[in-house]
């Protein structure tokens, strides 16, 4: 009885499962030097998925590819290698007409509110702008209609409409970027460092915001950051990301708790912790060298050059993503 059930689950999680990269790679030309063709390995074998209705976070330093990955998954970036499924369709090479029909499923938030922003547009222009592209709707009314109801949505006034992206706060304007991705009705949204750019008191409001509308709409989302308190408190499942590389993934209460990989206990001793006392008696790990560069990544495990553990075999093994008690981690040392 208990296999059947197990069975019966795994199925359920198959059919559940609203993105699913496989193996994927986003490789950047970065010229010649002295003859050789340099190859910056953005993003190096990552494979994960993302159910419907959940938040998965993404974090890691900056350069590690964060960014890059979401930005592959949403075909702003041409993969290199390996699979995006989007709904169990295989959207890896989709282009023109065929790509346009899933950009309605997949949308993107902006880091920068203000930089994807037409100056030019009112804000009622910038949200229906998506819903003239894809045919949304039959008539200007219609369209009108709902520009007004997103405005609620994200908290704004119905008569900013016709006011520009300058007239605007940061808050305001990263509320108006997720009026305009709501526009479509996506299923799935990748938010790149949507609070990065804002003060911190507007950050727990677009946070607060992001959550309603899921709780709302159902919608699933690829939140990355790198401020890490923020991630656990929006996120159901978190993923490590180092120098291209998928270290840790797991729930995301249990991977604060006992985080299982070198690189996310030193991410974790960082984060601020309010009580002073608690603080202060919490060891800080000190990362030694600097951050290896994506065109001549180490041999072996990439974050072994930083690494107080590592041994021969991780100079010459790359690590596997294995599962722990229904956690990942890419560590030879683990497990």
């Known amino acids: 009885m208990e296999v059947q059930n197990e069975i019966k689950n795994n199925a359920d999680d198959t059919r559940d499962v609203i993105v699913s990269v496989q193996h994927l790679k986003t490789y950047f030309n970065a010229g010649k030097t002295w003859g050789k063709k340099q190859v910056v390995k953005a993003v190096d074998d990552v494979s994960f998925q993302i159910h419907k209705g959940e938040t998965y976070g993404l974090v890691g330093e900056s350069g590690c590819g964060k960014s890059t990955l979401g930005r592959t998954i949403v075909k702003i970036n041409e993969p290199t290698d390996g699979k995006i499924l989007v709904n169990g369709e295989d959207i890896t090479y989709l282009s023109g007409q065929k790509l346009k029909k899933f950009r309605k499923n997949i949308q993107l938030i902006f880091q920068d509110p203000y930089a994807s922003l037409n100056p030019r547009m009112t804000v009622g222009e910038i949200i229906r702008e998506p819903m003239v592209i894809h045919h949304i709707y039959q008539t200007r009314k219609e369209q009108d209609d709902r520009v007004t109801e997103l405005l609620k949505i994200v908290g704004l006034k119905p008569d900013h409409v016709r006011r520009y992206p300058h007239e605007f706060s940061g808050g305001q304007r990263q509320r108006i970027s997720i009026a305009r991705t709501l526009a479509l009705n996506p299923e799935f949204i990748v938010c790149d460092e949507p609070i990065s750019a ?17 709780k709302e709409l159902g ?25 291209g590389h998928l270290v840790e993934e797991g729930d995301s209460k249990e991977l604060y708790a006992n985080p299982m990989h070198p690189y996310t206990k030193a991410l974790l001793s960082a984060v601020p912790i309010p009580d002073p006392l608690v603080g202060k008696s919490r060891k800080r790990i000190m990362l030694e060298g600097e951050l290896p560069s994506p065109i001549n990544p180490p041999s072996g495990c990439p974050f072994r050059t930083r690494c107080p553990y590592a041994n021969e075999k991780c100079a010459n093994e790359m690590p596997k993503m294995k599962e722990i008690n229904g956690r990942k981690v890419a560590c030879h040392m683990v497990g």
């Open 198 to 214: 804002l003060d911190v008191s507007i950050q727990a409001q677009i946070i607060n915001l992001l959550k309603n509308i899921q």
């Open 219 to 243: 919608i699933a989302y690829l939140f990355i950051a790198h401020d890490l308190s923020m991630v656990k408190h929006i996120s159901d499942r978190i993923g490590v990301m180092y120098l």
